[in-house]
Nanobody
Framework: QVQLVESGGGLVQAGGSLRLSCAAS?????MGWFRQAPGKEREFVAA????????YYAVPVKGRFTISRDNAKNTLYLQMNSLKPEDTANYHC??????????????????????WGQGTQVTVSS
């Protein structure tokens, strides 16, 4: 069983920054961030493989968001800069129980993730 607890969300003005954290229990697995806005489907934001050596980003956030992990603390991060109102959503971290490396498409598919956190709300005002 893997438990994931997100923190760091909040209200920020457009152009501002936030850093999300996700504290994980259990072993080191591939992990990702997804977001869901009201009335929309959950969508991929960013992912990192189990070792931390490879990262993947959705096109709308590439160049603005950075995913990282501190394996000693078993914590996942999402640094979000240059935030836009369209980034407003509930952000969830997720763990994929694997220590293999896969192609880009694997990490973008929410169906490949086995455990999910409750989410943390990010609201960007214009």
């Amino acid at each position: 069983q893997v438990q994931l607890v997100e923190s760091g969300g909040g209200l920020v003005q457009a152009g501002g920054s936030l850093r999300l954290s996700c504290a994980a229990s259990g072993r080191r697995y591939a992990m990702g961030w997804f977001r869901q806005a009201p009335g929309k489907e959950r969508e991929f934001v960013a992912a990192i493989n189990w070792s931390g050596g490879s990262t993947y980003y959705a096109v709308p956030v590439k160049g603005r968001f950075t995913i990282s992990r501190d394996n000693a603390k078993n914590t996942l991060y999402l640094q979000m800069n240059s935030l836009k109102p369209e980034d407003t959503a509930n952000y969830h971290c997720a763990a994929s129980v694997t220590q293999y490396d896969y192609s880009d498409d694997y990490y973008r598919n929410l169906g490949n993730y086995d455990y999910w956190g409750q989410g943390t709300q990010v609201t960007v005002s214009s």
